[in-house]
């Protein structure tokens, strides 16, 4: 490959970035914004119906008869469960906590990974890492101040358990791409996750929605969410971990300025330097993990 057509790839791949992050934000803003008036079960189901055409064409383009054979089922069981518990307490926890705070919680995943992956996959990490995540996580208790009565939110209870969960799928999805391949994996998560909230807003009897405007917010959450998942993929395979990293985090001021000028959210000091803590310390995480593989 030509060095003009690398850079080319490059640049397609942090644009993919910047795209992902964009429409993360915009799912998680309309989330908030219906959430009030909808079941966030009703809003699940949509998310994981609309993103499996985009996922099932590209199956069948790439995989063909074996668009939907998967190896390791034991483990896609756990991603699945991973997956569905990560974004169920997402977005359940946005009808109750502010969306920069739920923004900046997100950036936990590096994290927890590095504590979890030696426990989960006996994965080898460092004391570096270890360190830098415990550090991390003096941020996040300077964001949620446990001794003051906004702890007793329970919003903020799902806001660490998306991150936990996201991280716990991280781990089996990047143990899966061992053994299969990341679309079909992909196609079977958001198929089961349709099934399951499905089922769960028929047994709540829950009605489905009949207003024009939140249909098409709906459907324009299934949409993004399944673009959001193209975008990331092709973004990892266009352009290094380590450049694409540091954008993940344009999504924290992002979503402060959403936060502060849509839905009048107040940020604090303590906010301010508790996210800048998070974010410094999941990027050091990254950038060590990267240096590692490249060596």
């Not at 069948?60 to 997956?83: D, E, H, N, P």
């Not at 009605?207 to 299934?222: H, Q, R, S, T, Y």
């Not at 990331?232 to 990293?245: G, H």
């Amino acid at each position: 490959m030509s060095l003009i057509n690398k850079k080319s790839e490059i640049s397609l791949g942090i644009s993919f970035s910047i795209a992902e992050v964009i429409c993360t934000i915009t799912i998680a803003s309309i989330v908030k914004f219906i959430s009030v008036e909808l079941s966030v079960f009703m809003i699940l189901f949509f998310r994981y119906l609309f993103c499996i055409p985009l996922l099932l064409i590209t199956s069948i383009y790439q995989r063909k008869s074996k668009a939907f054979y998967v190896v390791s089922k034991s483990t896609l069981a756990i991603r699945i469960f991973t997956g569905l518990g990560s974004f169920g307490c997402l977005f359940a926890a946005l009808q109750f906590i502010d969306l920069s705070l739920m923004t900046t919680l997100l950036q936990t995943m590096p994290l927890f990974v590095a504590l979890l992956a030696p426990i989960v996959i006996k994965e080898v990490v460092g004391w570096y890492r270890k360190i830098t995540a415990l550090v991390g996580f003096i941020g996040v208790l300077l964001i949620l101040k446990p001794f003051s009565e906004e702890w007793k939110n329970f919003g903020i209870i799902l806001g660490v358990l998306s991150p936990f969960f996201g991280a716990l799928m991280t781990i089996y999805v990047r143990k899966l791409s061992l053994t299969d391949h990341p679309t079909t994996t992909a196609l079977w998560y958001n198929i089961i996750g349709t099934i399951v909230f499905l089922f769960i807003c028929l047994f709540n009897q829950t009605e489905f929605p009949n207003d024009n405007a939140l249909i098409m917010f709906l459907v324009l959450i299934g949409i993004m969410s399944s673009f959001q998942q193209f975008f990331l993929a092709y973004s990892l395979k266009m352009a290094p971990v380590s450049l694409l990293a540091p954008l993940r985090y344009i999504s924290v001021p992002i979503g402060i300025v959403v936060g502060i000028f849509i839905f009048d959210e107040v940020i604090s000091t303590t906010f301010f330097l508790g996210t800048v803590i998070i974010v410094f310390s999941s990027f050091l995480i990254i950038k060590r993990e990267t240096v590692k593989k490249s060596n």
